[in-house]
């Protein structure tokens, strides 16, 4: 049993025993015990068939996310690698144009798309925008054949992560713009896979939860990549707080020696 489980079954067994208390001293008997009352007991009383519901709704959402970014080979086989990765774009409902095309194509409020994009069997998307999707680093695999791919916009992808990154130098000979802020799972750690895209001119790593000393981080990413153009919003990385903490350490370091020097005199 996971711990948050463990400590609501307790929360739920202890106000239990506390209603169970009050109605031994309550002089109103017939009177029905309130709502919360009422389903605390609930909870306690059917706490592992609601365990099991929820480990029941993770497994399905899990399930759905591999069925959603599964590699869809028949599709590429059939009708070809660019046909394939913008149907696999447009069922997670994101958007996409071609290369020499102004139109994009893109689902509607329903999920609902045209199928107009069969006409371009043979042309390779040029941007893509999978913001707020549920793309994975399985699901970039029906993107890896666009190696004509300049722009790629991952804004709040809620399953963007250090290894999907790492995935990405698929596109280092095209990709110029990349898009990754509001990714709650990046790290520090996995925007250094991103000195492998060596053509990148622009980068949105705003409001990432994920990143400490945001302010040292994007020094690096601005040393990594120098041609590209870093936006960073959404974070206090001033560099003269560092540098008072540091030079704070400094001294307390210093008196810290004096103090040890006065006591134990050569």
């Known amino acids: 049993m996971s711990a948050p489980l463990t400590y609501l079954h307790r929360c739920c067994q202890r106000s239990v025993l506390l209603v169970v208390?009050?109605?031994?001293?309550?002089?109103?008997?017939?009177?029905?015990?309130?709502?919360?009352?009422?389903?605390l007991l609930f909870l306690t009383q059917r706490f592992y068939d609601v365990e099991m519901l929820l480990r029941w709704r993770y497994q399905a959402q899990r399930s759905q996310l591999q069925k959603k970014n599964v590699y869809y080979s028949y599709t590429q086989r059939f009708y070809g690698p660019d046909i394939a990765s913008a149907y696999y774009i447009l069922s997670l409902k994101g958007g996409f144009r071609y290369v020499g095309q102004s139109e994009w194509f893109r689902t509607n409020q329903r999920g609902k798309f045209s199928w107009d994009f069969l006409n371009h069997k043979n042309t390779p998307i040029e941007e893509a925008d999978m913001s707020y999707t549920i793309i994975n680093y399985t699901g970039l695999e029906n993107l890896e054949r666009q190696r004509s791919l300049r722009t790629l916009k991952l804004k709040g992808c809620p399953e963007v992560d250090d290894w999907f990154l790492a995935r990405l130098h698929l596109f280092q000979d095209s990709l110029e713009e990349l898009d990754i802020s509001h990714c709650p799972r990046i790290t520090t750690g996995g925007l250094a896979a991103l000195r492998n895209l060596k053509g990148l001119k622009h980068l949105n790593v705003s409001s990432l939860p994920g990143i400490s000393n945001p302010g040292l981080v994007i020094i690096l990413l601005e040393e990594m990549l120098p041609q590209c153009q870093i936006t960073a919003n959404g974070y206090d990385h001033n560099l003269r707080k560092v540098e008072e903490e540091e030079e704070e350490q400094m001294q307390r370091q210093r008196s810290l020696c004096e103090e040890t020097k006065a006591h134990n005199p050569v």
């Open 21 to 39: 208390a009050r109605r031994q001293w309550s002089t109103n008997s017939a009177s029905p015990p309130p709502l919360h009352r009422r389903l």
